[in-house]
T-cell receptor, first 115, second 114 residues
Framework: KAGVTQTPRYLIKTRGQQVTLSCSPI?????VSWYQQTPGQGLQFLFE???????NKGNFPGRFSGRQFSNSRSEMNVSTLELGDSALYLC??????????????FGPGTRLTVT | AQSVTQLDSQVPVFEEAPVELRCNYS??????LFWYVQYPNQGLQLLLK??????LVKGINGFEAEFNKSQTSFHLRKPSVHISDTAEYFC????????????FGSGTRLSIRP
């Protein structure tokens, strides 16, 4: 099976702009989670989508939003970018059964730089 | 709320020497415990997991970890490291009730010296 793919891999944006990142999960996986990784804050959970519904949410401002499509692909959007949003954004998918939902498979990430 | 503390931000070790990466967690409810590895410019890969049962769990690449409930620890060990083990290692926890929401520690950078 193909792994989790994320596009684009690298992105440079200017403060105030908005950005959309995309994640395609492993075939058959219905849960997609997003994480932000920065040197200062480490890895932080953003949100999780399951069957097109947000199932869990971390402690991020409303500028961070996401959605999931019927084919389980997910997008994450950040509006009004700030310098502090520069980070590696990781997407992970997990199998559909609840008992295996801990088993997350990560993509390579999208490196976002805000200037 | 759950939290994870990795006591060492960096661990330098000589090749073929043993290594232990320390992890302590806190939680008022039952949790799953994990170790993930991140190689340079890559995403995270699951090394091993503790769900229940035997407190000694074995993972990929010769790593193992021991769950100690009284010490609230989940230390990662390998008896003999290789250059290829150079990476950042993350200890993590999730609750049974929301297993997909993973809380990560701050990471330990393992550097192997020849």
């Amino acid at each position: 099976k193909a792994g989790v793919t994320q596009t684009p891999r690298y992105l440079i944006k200017t403060r105030g702009q908005q950005v959309t990142l995309s994640c395609s999960p492993i075939s058959g996986h219905r849960s997609v989670s997003w994480y932000q990784q920065t040197p200062g804050q480490g890895l932080q959970f953003l949100f999780e989508y399951f069957s097109e519904t947000q199932r869990n949410k971390g402690n991020f401002p409303g500028r961070f939003s996401g959605r999931q499509f019927s084919n389980s692909r997910s997008e994450m959007n950040v509006s009004t970018l700030e310098l502090g949003d520069s980070a590696l954004y990781l997407c992970a998918s997990s199998p559909p059964d609840r008992e295996s939902s801990y088993e997350q498979y990560f993509g390579p990430g999208t490196r976002l730089t805000v200037t | 709320a759950q939290s994870v503390t990795q006591l060492d931000s960096q661990v330098p070790v000589f090749e073929e020497a043993p290594v232990e990466l320390r992890c302590n967690y806190s939680s008022s409810v039952s949790v799953y415990l994990f170790w993930y590895v991140q190689y340079p410019n890559q995403g995270l890969q699951l090394l091993l997991k503790y769900l229940s049962g035997s407190t000694l769990v074995k993972g990929i690449n010769g790593f193992e970890a021991e769950f100690n409930k009284s010490q609230t620890s989940f230390h990662l060990r390998k008896p003999s490291v290789h250059i290829s083990d150079t990476a950042e290692y993350f200890c993590a926890v999730s609750r049974y009730s929301s297993a997909s929401k993973i809380i990560f520690g701050s990471g330990t950078r393992l550097s192997i010296r020849p």
